[in-house]
């Protein structure tokens, strides 16, 4: 037989299994309570409103909604999604020629990775940071390098202290990566002092910021802050958000934004990856802005997912022992705990898993190796029952754990 | 301002802007009739099924369709597919778990790239092969080498000498990229002979066999081969087909069939390129072939086709001047039109341009820097007047051409 590891690229060497997707297959059996997805709830698609929005499509641009599309994407999502932007605050450089749709976030993450990291390249990620995102700069064999967090995300000293060691190490960092808002495991968001901090950063020592924003229209008790990008005049920053968590994310759309240079080595790199994201997925999304219906709809999944967080949260108080650490999320979909450092996350999923609950444990999002202690607990998929029931599962893991570990 | 072009990578550096897609742009004029695309027929698409069939992907699969999905794909898909692989021959290797869901060929030839190519790995490729395998593989920065056609498509000898010549250079080949049947561009369909004999090869110079099969349901007046991976019994053909040309390509959907150790690198590749292909695509392409459509669409497709097909040879034989070759393309998209070799194709693109027709001249199809007294001709995507006044256009162009030339 053939032994294919002659044949594998040194990328495809260092492609590491993705341990969420390892540990979500184990939760495929329906009495789990998962917290582990990252992903929405099904009764927030706007199914009944689709039905409609698919007609429009099929009657109106079937032919080109099934056809090739140009690779940027069709103008008319582009263009609305503009004038969204600019609304948000990105006045400058996100007119509809620096804007390309992806297919999801992570094609956006896979083109970032692929136009600018050589192997051995440094990227800055958070401690913790979205396992997607390292994973497609490993792809490309970069070095990946971590920042912690505080309760207000990436630390503005810290991440200095940092560039400044690894240019001193002869490793300058080529671009910082982060989730400013609701950030994806920590739940944190980046004050705007510290965004305005970071683009200073960037410009002093001359790096690329890549600025990856799902989550930030779902807020519960928190401003609205505007994005990195929005303080960016020099085009330093490549900004992404997508529809996934405001629509649906079995579309696979997303858009990314950057200076017209970099988008059209964007344009290149995504015409080998695959020549145009769905146009019919496009018109689709396009409709639905156009109907005006988003931002009701963004109201609705709020109101969902609310109680939904405070629910996790009150369980939590209410079941698990004294000792942990978590910083109630203000939006987005994550819950980080912190456990008392003797508990080992990963060792205790299986404990989880036989009290039929599962989590990601933290190790998996930190590039350092650090947060064995820590889990991401996403509270946006389950139902309130199992929202409370599942912490109630979850506490007693933890508190046997910690009785063992106490002895 | 920022100097990106020290960011950039160094396969990002090689990424060259597709000359197809430039001329394309060229090509937005309504009057211009453009032989250049490969698109489908819009009337092919068959939009009043799927009316019905995507009310019955929300109603049915609402909630799983919108959401995210597995990397590999829904099974249901997976499946039928498989079950349909199976009855065309390929027997071996070609079960659900061999197969990947991906958003369209060029993703898959993107994954291929990624987890083989390192920098300078030679791929041998057709002389002329497809611009998008061939992009694909260049964005890795591998080393293309072509292997020339006859009528017939890769030509063993030819084939053998390369790889050994290569051996004798340490630079041994680590895949034939190949499109076997109705190839893009040159419409030649290898014979069941040349497809064992491949594998043989593949076998005796330990090298992978990559087998792109869009075209082969085209099929207007020519015997149905098997796939090449049919022969395979060592998992060295990872083979690829689409719904772009059988169903609509603004649904992003292809499949990839590969041995399951291959296939675990790819399923690790494609939860960094996009996590999944879209779902709500895959359940309406799912919903399509169930309801027992498909064959009947591919009747119909080919009854449009075979007389555009023949509309073009026939105008072809009545317009143009004597001296140039063109065998009649049995099934597929595209003529290759081989022009007296004084005629530099893409030099001549502007007096086509002029003229309001539009081709893709033979270059940007031929890794050698070969080809410029060829063009590439679609007949799929014009209407029968358009087919017809189109070629008596360029038959004017060329001959006018000609005439200069021979001057």
Not at 45 to 61: A, E, G, M, R, T
Request: proline residues 5%; glycine residues 8%; contains cysteine.
């Amino acid at each position: 037989m053939v032994n294919f590891d002659e044949f594998y690229s040194d990328r495809a060497g260092k492609m590491r299994k993705s341990e969420i997707r390892e540990l979500l297959k184990v939760t495929q059996d329906p009495e789990i309570i998962s917290f582990a997805g990252g992903l929405p709830n099904p009764l927030s698609f706007p199914i009944s409103d689709l039905k409609i929005i698919v007609q429009n499509v099929l009657n109106n641009h079937g032919k080109v909604a099934l056809q090739y599309g140009a690779t940027q994407g069709i103008n008319e999502l582009r263009e609305i999604i503009s004038e969204r932007s600019h609304k948000e605050g990105m006045t400058v450089g996100a007119s509809p020629e620096n804007l390309m749709i992806t297919s999801g976030s992570q094609q956006a993450l896979d083109a970032v990775g692929k136009i600018f990291l050589n192997p051995g390249d440094v990227a800055l990620v958070g401690l913790p940071s979205y396992l997607g995102g390292i994973n497609a700069f490993r792809s490309y064999e970069a070095n990946l390098v971590g920042v912690p967090l505080d309760k207000d995300g990436i630390q503005m000293d810290l991440l200095e202290e940092k560039i400044k060691e690894l240019i001193k190490q002869d490793q300058p960092v080529k671009f910082i990566y982060t989730i400013p808002t609701f950030q994806n495991p920590a739940g944190t968001v980046l004050p705007e002092s510290r965004r305005k901090k970071m683009i200073e950063i960037a410009h002093e020592y001359n790096l690329l910021i890549i600025e990856d924003d799902p989550y930030s229209k779902l807020r519960y008790d928190s401003a609205a802050l505007k994005p990195i990008k929005a303080f960016d005049d020099e085009g330093r920053v490549i900004y992404m958000s997508t529809f996934s968590k405001i629509l649906a994310p079995g579309l696979r759309l997303a858009w990314i934004i950057a200076s017209e240079e970099v988008m059209r080595k964007l344009a290149l790199c995504k015409q080998a990856q695959d020549l145009c994201s769905a146009p019919f997925s496009q018109y689709i999304a396009y409709e639905y802005m156009k109907s005006g219906s988003m931002d009701l709809h963004i109201m609705k999944i709020c109101e969902m997912y609310k109680p939904k967080r405070n629910i996790m949260m009150d369980s939590m108080k209410l079941y698990f022992p004294d000792g942990y650490i978590c910083n109630r999320p203000k939006g987005g979909m994550f819950a980080w705990v912190t456990l008392p450092e003797q508990i080992d996350t990963e060792a205790m999923f299986l404990d989880a898993f036989k009290e039929k609950v599962a989590y990601v444990h933290g190790k998996a999002f930190c590039v350092d190796g650090g947060g064995s202690s820590s889990m991401r607990l996403n509270f946006s998929y389950s139902t309130n029952e199992q929202l409370d029931e599942g912490m109630k599962r979850l506490g007693t893991v933890i508190e046997r754990k910690m009785k063992v570990l106490c002895r």
